[in-house]
């Protein structure tokens, strides 16, 4: 464009030398070339339009650049003024939620302060107590089981060796005196050494089974004759179950069981009996003595006899059933003594539990477990 | 709650408390003075009374003299199985053992010839000893007569026993008689054999 235009500016100055002295044929033809080149117009008219067109368009240009600074300036400053105000905007909000947050949180550490002084008001935990893994230890229970202690004490059936005895501990089946020793025996909370102490089948945790919550055992045997101390002082077969009364109110119900019983001597028979703690569970502690009531017993020879006697659980407290029964002599021949035992209790989830009352877990591991106690009562502690 | 008995050859048996008197006719509500550690009975009235201290020990040393004869029965057995053979099978080859041998030496005595079936029973017995037939029948016919006296004694064991433990009136008498019983059996077993 630069290089026509020049051009152009020459070939005017060119004509206008020429047209001084040039011959009319040569302007003519001058002339005519001119306007072939530039139509119309004159290339000079051309060149001196652009000139202008472009001071126009440098003119708009230069006013449109001038309008865009100004408008970006305003833009910009309200811009700034609407970030300021959002970023204080924020700023409250946030203020406000931090205050919202401060009084929540103020409010839930009261409430779990208020749990944790409620918690140790009732579990003041010494230092250096186990409790806390005994609590644990205790989910070894299932909820809804109902837990119990069975063993098989041998009194004479084995004759030999520690522990066997015939009427040093007294009569058991009817005997609200004597019948502790059975305890002592199936619990271990006992004095003695060696003495009484003599297990044919240890004392197991055992469970009731089945909706009826029933439990049987039975066991015919052999026995070499050696004396008839064998079975007239037989396997003593002893159970016992811990019942809490949660309520303000008695309970009595009907409790359900049976077994084999034996009867020569007076030392062996079937009874049931009922020890009760005088002072309520609220504090074991004040627990200082058990009385034992009897409420059933059988004096008599068979393999089988089914009982039922009504126990009293009074409100707030825990007792313990105590069935014993005695192992029932068949026959005897050839240097052998046959005899059949039997224990059982049935109906107790179906017949005896009711609202109110519940198996005393608590206890019945304690019972289970040994933990070098003397006296019975101390299982209620 | 009411306490009720149940009554078997009018001697109270079964004890219970209950709120309903149970099913079955044995079964009379206990007097009001009941107590667990007295033993009751019903007299010729059907009344219910105590039993008395006499009658009591009565019951067991009448149990005690029954479970006594079971004991006696079962020693003297122990004793008879020693001399007459510990089964069936041993009582009738020791009966064959002895036929023999009689035999054998009735006919040495008579100098008449021994039956071979005999000679067959005794024969490889006293191979095994290294003596003759002869020595092994007159061990065989010994150890019989032994046997014999043995077996004799025994019974008249058992008959005097039963005749002395009906005699015995307490629990203790029973209990005494028995001990001194195997040790009396054993002793006179061994004169008697000695003196065989």
Known sequence: MTIAKEAVNALHQRLKDLSVNASPDELAYLSKALESMAGQSTVYDIVSMSDEKLQELLDAATQHLADL???????????????????????????????DIDTAGLAHQQVMNDLVAGFSSVNDVPEGSTILTEVAKKNMIET???????????????????????????????????????????????????????????????????????????????????????????????????????????????????????????????????????????????????TWANVYSYASSTSNVAGSANVTVPANKTVAILFYSSSYYYTGSYNHYTQFMHWYIYSFRSGFLTTGLEVDVDRTL???????????????? | MPIYIRFE???????????????????????????????????????????????????????????????????????????????????????????????????????????????????????????????????????????????AKLEECEDKTEQELAQCTTLEEVSQYLNNLEAAIESELNIGATNG
Not at chain 1, 277 to 289: E, L, Q
Not at chain 1, 368 to 381: D, E, F, K, P, S
Not at chain 2, 95 to 119: C, F, W, Y
């Open chain 2, 9 to 151: 050859n009018s001697k109270q048996i079964e004890t219970t408390i209950l709120s309903r008197k149970p099913a079955g006719t044995e079964w009379l509500k206990a007097p009001e003075e009941f107590d667990w550690h007295k033993c009751y009975c019903l007299d010729a009235d059907n009344n219910i009374q105590e039993r008395t201290e006499d009658d009591l020990s009565q019951e067991f040393v009448g149990n005690a003299k029954v479970n006594a004869e079971t004991t006696i029965s079962q020693t003297i057995d122990k004793y008879r199985r020693e001399y007459a053979g510990y089964s069936f099978e041993k009582s009738e080859s020791y009966r064959i053992q002895a036929t023999a041998a009689r035999n054998i030496l009735q006919a040495n005595k008579a100098g008449s010839a021994v039956d071979e079936e005999d000679l067959s029973v005794v024969q490889p017995l006293a191979v095994l000893r290294s003596i003759d037939a002869i020595e092994m029948s007159t061990l065989i016919l010994q150890k019989a007569r032994k046997a014999k006296r043995a077996l």
């Open chain 1, 366 to 381: 304690r019972a289970w477990q040994c933990r070098g106690l003397q006296y019975t009562y101390q299982l209620w502690n």
């Open chain 1, 144 to 290: 809804g089981s109902l837990p119990f202690l069975f063993g098989v004490i041998n009194r004479s059936n084995d004759y030999w060796g520690y522990g066997a005895y015939t009427s040093q501990l007294g009569q058991w089946y009817a005997n609200t005196s004597h019948i502790d020793y059975a305890m002592q025996m199936i619990t271990g909370a006992t004095g003695y050494t060696t003495d009484y102490c003599s297990f044919y089948r240890p004392p197991q945790l055992s469970f009731l089974q089945g909706i009826n919550g029933r439990f049987i055992f039975s066991e015919m045997y052999a026995k070499y004759s050696v004396t008839t101390n064998e079975y007239t002082y037989p396997y003593a077969l002893v159970g016992t179950i811990f019942i809490k009364n949660t309520t303000n109110a008695d309970i009595t119900r009907t409790f359900y069981f049976g077994g084999s019983s034996y009867w020569s001597s007076g030392y062996e028979g079937l009874g049931c009996f009922v020890a009760t703690p005088n002072n309520v569970n609220d504090d074991p502690s004040a627990i200082t003595g058990i």
């Open chain 1, 69 to 99: 600074d100004t408008s970006k300036t305003n833009a910009l400053s309200s811009l700034q003024s609407a970030t300021d105000g959002h970023v204080i905007t924020l700023n409250n909000q946030k203020d406000t939620n931090i205050t």
